[in-house]
């Protein structure tokens, strides 16, 4: 297991938990600050695009086996974190993971909501580097389909909503806290897009990581507050209802002055569109 700072950083839910031991699911808090820190409850129907990946194997049952966030781009076809799903991250590369799906439609974990689907196949982009976290996109081809509603369309590059000063809105199941709070019902937090120099300043290199523009997207607020968090990587960044982003690192989680970092959308979303057969995997 690498264990640079920069790693540290980076580590899905999964990873925090088997580094410490402790068991992944701690009780949700009958008050929480945020998704997401600094967030507020939603219902699945707000933004069905948002899905859980689990395995319960992996992770255990008490939060249905939540690790990571995912986001629903064809009716068969799940965009998520590369991080979420490395050997590192599962502790056995995906295709040994027998139990490993996503759950759709479902805003409480526990219940027995929506369709948990299984996983066909996962491909991590070529461009994803371990290191850096640039690239930081996989993809999870599903072996039953979701509705059609539950499919957003992705931002292309020249779409406005990259924009800085973008209102976007970030949903998870994620640490609500920042102190391993993991939520059992789905939140999210309002947050804009901010100018590349916010998170190249935050982030210039070293031991807290490094922003790269032209892969990653900086979202968050400047004073702090509202921001995705661990267990929430993988989700969806969406602005005017386009997917721009997925939750990928940032150091803490709604501190002032370091921001979310996501993986660009406009990355993957020309090949991908382009693509025949998208909906089976690119
Ligand atoms: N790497 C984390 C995960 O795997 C996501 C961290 C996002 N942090 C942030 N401050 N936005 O769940």
């Known amino acids: 297991m690498r264990s640079s700072h920069a790693r540290a950083l980076i580590r899905p839910l999964a990873l925090a938990a088997a580094m410490t031991g402790i068991p992944l699911v701690t009780a949700v808090p009958a008050v929480a600050g945020g998704v997401v820190v600094g967030g507020f409850p939603i219902d699945v129907s707000q933004a069905p695009w948002t899905v859980a990946l689990a395995s319960r194997d992996r992770f255990g049952g008490t939060r249905a086996g939540q690790f990571c966030g995912g986001v629903a781009i064809a009716r068969s076809l799940v ?147 509202p921001d995705g968090c661990q267990g929430d990587s993988g989700g969806p960044l969406v602005a005017g209802g386009r997917l721009i982003g997925l939750v990928s690192w940032g150091s803490g989680c709604g501190r002032p002055g370091r921001p979310g970092v996501y993986a660009r959308v406009s990355e993957v979303a020309q090949a991908l569109q382009s693509t025949p057969g998208a909906t089976e995997g690119p």
Not at 95 to 123: F, H, K, P, Q
Not at 189 to 199: G, I, N, T
Not at 219 to 224: F, K
């Open 79 to 225: 965009l998520t974190a590369a991080h979420c799903l490395t050997e590192d991250a599962l502790g056995a590369p995906p295709s040994r993971v027998r139990d490993l799906r996503i759950i759709a439609g479902r805003t409480d974990l526990l219940s027995g909501e929506g369709r948990e689907i299984a996983v066909r196949d996962v491909r991590i982009d070529p461009s994803y580097e371990a290191t850096t976290n640039s690239g930081d996109f996989a993809f999870v081809t599903l072996a039953g389909e979701l509705p059609q509603s539950a499919v957003v369309a992705m931002a292309p590059a020249d779409d406005p909503a990259y924009t800085p000063g973008t209102e976007a809105f970030v949903s998870g199941w994620g640490d609500t806290t920042g102190g391993g709070d993991y939520a059992r019902r789905l939140r999210a937090a309002r947050v804009h897009v901010l100018p590349d120099d916010s998170c190249a300043r935050a982030y210039p290199g070293g031991p807290e990581g490094t922003y790269r523009a032209a892969t990653m997207l900086c979202a968050g607020e400047v004073a702090g507050g």
